[in-house]
């Protein structure tokens, strides 16, 4: 069976979707992450769909899912790389995708990601050792 391949980076997976994914393929890719996610304990799962061209519905409320499992599971989801065509598929299909936060390359997806976590404790410590 294929599989989409799953990153670890720090404490952030990194999904990069090269194919076009059919239903099967999402719904594996789907159980993969949340079995990672708890698994590394991540605290942020980046999705890259610039490759991607087409989304149905199914796998707008595939992305949907995703952020909302793992939400549950104290991560962050960003998706980068969407394509206007995809964005106004996703707008036609009346999937607005909460929860879903998107940018529009993978390194300002990055950068949100660690926004949205907020800086570790012992980061905290050191910014607050530097004013004193």
Do not use: C, W
Request: hydrophobic share 50%; charged share 25%; glycine share 6%.
């Amino acid at each position: 069976m294929d599989r989409i391949p799953i990153l670890k980076m720090g404490e952030f997976l990194l999904v990069t979707i090269q194919v076009d994914l059919y239903d099967r393929l999402a719904l594996t890719l789907e159980s993969d992450l949340m079995n990672m996610v708890s698994r590394t304990e991540a605290k942020g799962v980046l999705i890259d769909i610039s490759s991607v061209s087409i989304v149905d519905s199914f796998m707008g409320r595939i992305l949907g899912n995703i952020a909302s499992m793992s939400k549950i599971m104290d991560a962050e989801t960003v998706v980068v790389g969407m394509q206007p065509a995809v964005a106004i598929t996703l707008v036609e299909l009346g999937l607005t995708l909460s929860g879903v936060h998107t940018a529009l390359d993978v390194e300002m997806g990055m950068e949100l990601l660690r926004n949205k976590i907020g800086p570790k404790p012992n980061e905290e410590e050191d910014l607050y050792d530097d004013i004193i």
